[in-house]
T-cell receptor, first 113, second 115 residues
Framework: AQRVTQPEKLLSVFKGAPVELKCNYS??????LFWYVQYSRQRLQLLLR??SRESIKGFTADLNKGETSFHLKKPFAQEEDSAMYYC???????????????FGRGTQLTVWP | DTGVSQDPRHKITKRGQNVTFRCDPI?????LYWYRQTLGQGPEFLTY????????KSRLLSDRFSAERPKGSFSTLEIQRTEQGDSAMYLC?????????????FGSGTQLSVL
């Protein structure tokens, strides 16, 4: 069975400090991993996906298949990064849809001034 | 706002009543998803449609739940004989199929409270 674990429910850092939001997954097949973000009073939205290998708003995430992790990192946190972050997994199987996601419980990031 | 819209935003009902939620996806999107989110948890998949066909249902979707997308446009999610455990945020999302590029756009959700 597939599972996504975000061990930290809450994470606080000061502005300018590095931040790392942890995500571990379990899935025997080949997954695609995502980070979704929900800012206060806004909708859930895609932040980035591992297959794109992109940096969005200064965030990056590397898929480590050996450690089954997909941690989200940013070298210098900003106050506007304060939000709820969800790690999600999709199965890359024949006939599956990328929209069928398995989410972690989320990490609430607070960046203090 | 041309995003995914959901109606109502909030619904309070008594145990045993039936409720229906509506989702209007982004107009050109052929896929529509329903998720449920309870307090302190991430969203959980319920079901999805490609056009009007319901292609997958989660085991979370008991017999009391039914979803439709009659003309491949808007969708409704009905819960019959509501229970207190049904209290949650119900999220709708839509996308345009196309494997590697598929991207979900979420609505604001319908918050259900069952008293």
């Amino acid at each position: 069975a597939q599972r996504v674990t975000q061990p930290e429910k809450l994470l606080s850092v000061f502005k300018g400090a590095p931040v790392e939001l942890k995500c571990n997954y379990s899935y025997s097949g080949s997954p695609e991993l995502f980070w979704y973000v929900q800012y206060s009073r806004q909708r859930l939205q895609l932040l980035l996906r591992h297959i794109s290998r992109e940096s969005i708003k200064g965030f990056t995430a590397d898929l480590n298949k050996g450690e089954t992790s997909f941690h989200l990192k940013k070298p210098f946190a900003q106050e506007e990064d304060s939000a709820m972050y969800y790690c999600a997994l999709s199965k890359v199987d024949r006939g599956s849809t990328l929209g069928r996601l398995y989410f972690g419980r989320g990490t609430q990031l607070t960046v203090w001034p | 706002d041309t995003g995914v819209s959901q109606d109502p935003r909030h619904k309070i009902t008594k145990r045993g009543q039936n409720v229906t939620f509506r989702c209007d996806p982004i107009s050109e999107h052929n896929r529509l998803y329903w998720y449920r989110q309870t307090l302190g948890q991430g969203p959980e998949f319920l079901t999805y449609f490609q056009n009007e066909a319901q292609l997958e249902k989660s085991r979370l979707l008991s017999d009391r739940f039914s979803a439709e997308r009659p003309k491949g446009s808007f969708s409704t999610l009905e819960i019959q004989r509501t229970e207190q455990g049904d209290s949650a945020m119900y999220l709708c999302a839509s996308s345009l199929s196309g494997r590697s590029k598929e991207k979900l756009f979420f609505g604001s959700g319908t918050q259900l409270s069952v008293l």
